[in-house]
């Protein structure tokens, strides 16, 4: 057997990827509207010990010197969002030369250090004055989503050739509008069906948009989280649970916007599809460059008490359960670590949908990082899982896989929405009461990578 060359292909981009509202604080300034995540982090009970983004990573004010840590390290490019209430405060008109200035300012600062800038449109910060009209359960939202993403493109098309429209349309609608456990916290697992087609209609309406306004080698996509599902034994009630899981977590999702289609099977388990209009697959599935997948962890999947949709704590799983191995390896919030999986939905995704190029647009984990006396933050498990997915992702180009970039999620301990600051998923350490950055042993070692853009030496195929 030919061993395999350590390189990644010339060209491969190394990042690493933020949100608006988990980094960048100023909730008040230069006219920002309130959006949903302020409106829900200030219900009680709805965040971890009452946390609030208020002034998360001060990334607004922060900004250059985070994008000149990420140049250092030797990541070539930053994945950030842009908050839609700092464009449209009340989700309609406008727009803010203020909030544009202040992205333009980002990109600026970006391209200053040769980092090459990816904007995403929609990372869940949806102005509170369209939730007050229906948010992503009204199928107008999809239309106000165009208009502010030809604002933003108007604006800095000049100098971003690189977008994502939504960003996970899945959680968004599922833990938003169907769990409620996500803003606005609504429980309504028919409603998170309608919300993520929506979602996709959003998508699908700024393609267009986008591409009249970015030049002519300018790419855009979509960043789906995706996970490979297995079933937890041959048993016929697991296997059709672990079918409807993956209907539910990755084909709703995949279908639409690759194929122009929703699963068959999927609309019958929701009793069809109220929400869905003529035409509307056909503007979901306008062509895109890449489609950014965003990778945490692998799911084994079994059948459920008979629950459907109702009634049960996750609403929007369809009476399937998680199967934790008992061996199982957990990141902090009780995710498992598997990496082959990354290896197994890159080939599906080649095999499914050979026509589109791939890109990672998050990775990552959480684990307990603490500042040690002597100011460094090691972070080991941290390292392993990196390397461990980078290995993977490695393997699948080996394997034929046209995969074009990795977005380490995330640069900076942040806000992690319901779980407040205590999930740290940053290759950065944040000392969220003195601001004070501390790159941890993942960020030089994720830098070396970038770097050499080879396989680290040493370290294994788990
Ligand atoms: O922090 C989130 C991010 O906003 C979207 N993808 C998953 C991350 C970790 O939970």
Redesign the pocket.
Known sequence: MQPIAPGFPAGFVWGA?T?AY?VEGALDEDGRGVSIWDTFTATPGAIARGDTAAVACDHYHRHPEDIALLADLGLSAYRFSVAWPRIQPDGVGGPNQKGLDHYRRVVDACLGRGVTPYVTLY??DLPQALEDVGGWLNRDTAHRFADYAAQVADALGDVVDHWVTV??PK?ASHAGYAAGIHAPGIRDPRGGVAAAHHLLLAHGLAVPVLRERMSADGELGIAL?LTPVSPASQDPADVAAARRFDGNFNRMFLEPVLRGRYPTDMIEWFGGAPWLQDGDLEVISAPIDFLGI?Y?RGHVIGAGDGSVLEGSGTPMDLDAVHVIPPDAELTE?GWTVTPTGLHDLLLQLRDEYPHVPLMVT?N?A?YPDVVAADGTVDDPKRVAYLDSHVRQMHRAIADGVDLRGYFV??LLD?F??A?GYK?R?GIVHVDVETQRRTPKTSAAWLGAVARSNRLPDGGSLR
Do not use: C, K, L, P
């Open positions: 990827a949100a988990q990372h869940w960003n996970e959680v989280d965003n945490y919030v998050e990552g959480a999620w995330t942040n992690e929405w779980e999930a998923f």
